[in-house]
DNA sequence: CTAGGATCCTGTCAGC
DNA sequence: TGCTGACAGGATCCTA
């Protein structure tokens, strides 16, 4: 789910939530699932958020003692802030007696500015924990939830000056905004005979497209998920990195493609798919380019959609 | 070294 | 209804 855009809008949104006073002091740590935090609680308990960064679909909360939270999402992670006027107010309308299920919700819509919530998109966000919570981080001036389906995703403490050392952040290649196409079509030389929907979900070869954008940058450059890399020529490599910065500029622009503020009545799914998406879960309806049906098929182990006529494939010599 | 498949988990949905 | 299998916006580990 959280892919490069999402990860960035949810940098850019606890930003306001958490810097310094925002959300003043961590004050302690529940860890409700062991292997969803790694390292020791007590270490970040006393300290402040100096800052949040992000490397890919990485994103880091610099704290204020020299030690960093390094959180992932992996498939359904979620990060969810909500600050103490949100808590009081949240509990006084969940016990109230005698009130419809949507003046309830009515009421959470009014609490929107005291929240904010991005990653796999869920309902039922306006009472937490729920049974999906895996890391409660409290603060002097709210909570931060981290919840997480699968338990695929986790948080985890290093010092500040180990973070760019971690075994996956030191991997990571450049994020399409500072590839050029000549860089991705060299790499895809020493990939020839991978496909190359799954090379392009390789971070160690391109960083930040998931599952959605790399089937939606493969429609922009017109190439069929299932060639394979050394079929690819300069050009299309060239309009693959292109098509990677369009796709995901979109969804920042859209505030990714999950929720934003997520205790909206009328559904929680986020923005991008329904108003970007060309491919992506459109199986079955028609191209916007070309009125051919979106097929949905398996590649490299993932759901992958694409339009038969615009990326028509090509056979090797 | 590369390429492909299994795997970590829980929840949901289609089909019988 | 209840059961079953497939599948899910990620990354890693194992095998050939």
Same mark, same amino acid.
């Given at each position: 789910?959280?892919?490069?855009?999402?990860?960035?809008?949810? +940098? +850019?949104?606890?930003?306001?939530?958490?810097?310094?006073?925002?959300?003043?002091?961590?004050?302690?740590?529940?860890?409700?699932?062991?292997?969803?935090?790694?390292?020791?609680?007590?270490?970040?308990?006393?300290?402040?958020?100096?800052?949040?960064? +992000?490397?890919?679909? $990485?994103?880091?909360?610099?704290?204020?003692?020299?030690?960093?939270?390094?959180?992932?999402?992996?498939?359904?992670?979620?990060?969810?802030?909500?600050?103490?006027?949100?808590?009081?107010?949240?509990?006084?309308?969940?016990?109230?007696?005698?009130?419809?299920?949507?003046?309830?919700?009515?009421?959470?819509?009014?609490?929107?500015?005291?929240?904010?919530?991005?990653?796999?998109?869920?309902?039922?966000?306006?009472?937490?924990?729920?049974?999906?919570?895996?890391?409660?981080?409290?603060?002097?001036?709210?909570?931060?939830?981290?919840?997480?389906?699968?338990?695929?995703?986790?948080?985890?403490?290093?010092?500040?000056?180990?973070?760019?050392?971690?075994?996956?952040?030191?991997?990571?290649?450049?994020?399409?905004?500072?590839?050029?196409?000549?860089?991705?079509?060299?790499?895809?030389?020493?990939?020839?005979?991978?496909?190359?929907?799954?090379?392009?979900?390789?971070?160690?070869?391109?960083?930040?497209?998931?599952?959605?954008?790399?089937?939606?940058?493969?429609?922009?450059?017109?190439?069929?998920?299932?060639?394979?890399?050394?079929?690819?020529?300069?050009?299309?490599?060239? +309009?693959?990195?292109?098509?990677?910065?369009?796709?995901?500029?979109?969804?920042? $622009?859209?505030?990714?493609?999950?929720?934003?503020?997520?205790?909206?009545?009328?559904?929680?799914?986020?923005?991008?798919?329904?108003?970007?998406?060309?491919?992506?879960?459109?199986?079955?309806?028609?191209?916007?380019?070309?009125?051919?049906?979106?097929?949905?098929?398996?590649?490299?182990?993932?759901?992958?959609?694409?339009?038969?006529?615009?990326?028509?494939?090509?056979k090797m010599k």
């Amino acid at each position: 789910m959280p892919e490069l855009p999402e990860v960035e809008t949810i +940098r +850019r949104g606890l930003k306001n939530c958490l810097i310094k006073e925002k959300g003043g002091k961590v004050l302690s740590v529940d860890v409700l699932e062991k292997k969803s935090f790694l390292g020791d609680p007590d270490d970040i308990c006393g300290a402040f958020v100096d800052g949040l960064r +992000r490397y890919g679909k $990485a994103l880091i909360i610099d704290l204020s003692n020299k030690k960093s939270i390094v959180c992932h999402l992996r498939m359904t992670g979620q990060l969810v802030w909500w600050d103490s006027d949100y808590a009081k107010k949240a509990f006084k309308i969940k016990s109230a007696s005698g009130v419809s299920k949507e003046e309830v919700i009515n009421e959470y819509d009014n609490l929107l500015e005291h929240t904010f919530g991005g990653g796999h998109p869920t309902d039922g966000l306006m009472i937490l924990p729920n049974k999906q919570t895996r890391v409660i981080v409290h603060f002097e001036k709210g909570e931060l939830f981290f919840n997480d389906q699968r338990k695929f995703g986790f948080m985890k403490l290093l010092s500040t000056d180990m973070v760019e050392k971690d075994s996956f952040i030191c991997k990571l290649a450049k994020e399409p905004w500072k590839m050029s196409g000549d860089e991705l079509y060299g790499k895809l030389q020493r990939h020839k005979n991978s496909v190359i929907k799954s090379i392009i979900l390789d971070q160690t070869i391109i960083c930040g497209l998931g599952n959605i954008y790399a089937d939606e940058a493969l429609h922009y450059a017109k190439i069929n998920p299932s060639r394979r890399a050394g079929t690819i020529s300069l050009e299309e490599a060239s +309009r693959l990195v292109e098509g990677a910065r369009v796709v995901m500029d979109r969804s920042l $622009a859209a505030g990714g493609s999950t929720i934003r503020n997520y205790v909206k009545s009328d559904g929680t799914k986020g923005d991008y798919l329904e108003l970007f998406a060309e491919v992506f879960n459109r199986q079955g309806k028609e191209c916007r380019e070309c009125g051919t049906k979106i097929v949905k098929i398996k590649v490299g182990g993932r759901g992958t959609h694409f339009c038969p006529m615009c990326q028509k494939d090509v056979k090797m010599k």
